[in-house]
């Protein structure tokens, strides 16, 4: 636990379910005020204000398109008007639709950069606005993945997304170091969530994929969890503009983990 997050003000978008409802939950642990959001699961958010508020935090759930600028802007009112400001902005509303590259419409190329990459530079936009007009320090984490380096065939929007939430993520704590505002990212291997569930559950494909991790186990949405409470607190008062893997091992090339290759 991280004393020095205790009634402090924290965002979290697409927190109705999997690794956000876990961030938004593990930050309630926290003693925190916890602006929930999402699109379109509103009894996921309910679940989690309750998850919240029973682990001592304070909180509020708030519906909002992230892929929209404006959508984004009014979240941030609805935060203010809940707590009265923010201290930390989660980014972590994403979406991925599998398809052949050569079969992959525009349209469905553009809503993922939409949601993925465009949704993260509003949600940046809007902390970065509020910590410099109040002359705060403060601090913005975005959900990236594995994929930001490890390409993905039928999910180049996907992948390419992520790479671009590295790259923006690198280049805002540059910008902004000198201000006392930190931008980190979480990139997640796989994670046991409702979006892989229907994989794990077949136990070939489960001991395929934990091939894949060196640790030889699928993560769980609490370490995640745990990750973004520590880049949040002053425990990582001096890490600004890296990517936290958090994979088991997965971008470690695991091929060459007993001597292959």
């Keep these: 636990m991280f004393d020095d997050l205790k009634g402090k003000t924290v965002v979290v978008t697409g927190s109705s379910k999997g690794l956000g409802a876990a961030m938004a939950r593990r930050f309630g642990a926290e003693g925190m005020n916890v602006v929930t959001n999402y699109r379109s699961d509103e009894e996921g958010a309910r679940e989690t204000v309750r998850a919240i508020e029973e682990a001592g935090g304070a909180a509020a759930a708030i ?27 989660v980014n972590n509303a994403g979406i991925e639709e599998g398809a052949p590259s050569d079969q992959k419409s525009i349209e469905a190329w ?28 403060g601090t913005i984490i975005n959900l990236s993945s594995v994929h930001e380096v490890i390409p993905w065939p039928h999910f180049a929007d996907y992948a390419t997304s992520k790479a671009g939430v590295g790259m923006l993520t690198k280049t805002l704590a540059l910008e902004y170091a000198d ?21 794990l559950a077949d136990p070939e494909q489960r001991a ?3 091939r894949l991790i060196p640790m030889g186990y699928v993560g769980a949405p609490e370490d995640v969890a745990a990750a973004a409470a520590w ?24 091929g060459f983990q007993f001597g292959e290759g």
């Design 63 to 89: 519906r909002s398109d992230v892929s929209k600028a404006e959508c984004v802007e009014a979240l941030y009112d609805a935060a203010m008007f809940s707590f009265g400001g923010i201290d930390i902005w």
């Design 110 to 137: 553009q809503r993922v950069l939409d949601v993925n990459l465009t949704g993260v530079f509003a949600g940046c936009r809007c902390a970065i606005n509020h910590f410099l007009e109040h002359d705060m320090l």
């Design 179 to 199: 201000r006392g505002i930190r931008v980190n990212a979480i990139a997640p291997g796989t994670m046991n969530t409702s979006i892989n569930a229907q994989k």
């Design 208 to 210: 395929a994929t934990e």
């Design 231 to 254: 880049l949040a607190s002053d425990q990582a008062r001096y890490v600004t503009g890296t990517t936290l893997f958090v994979d088991g091992g997965m971008t470690l090339y695991p």
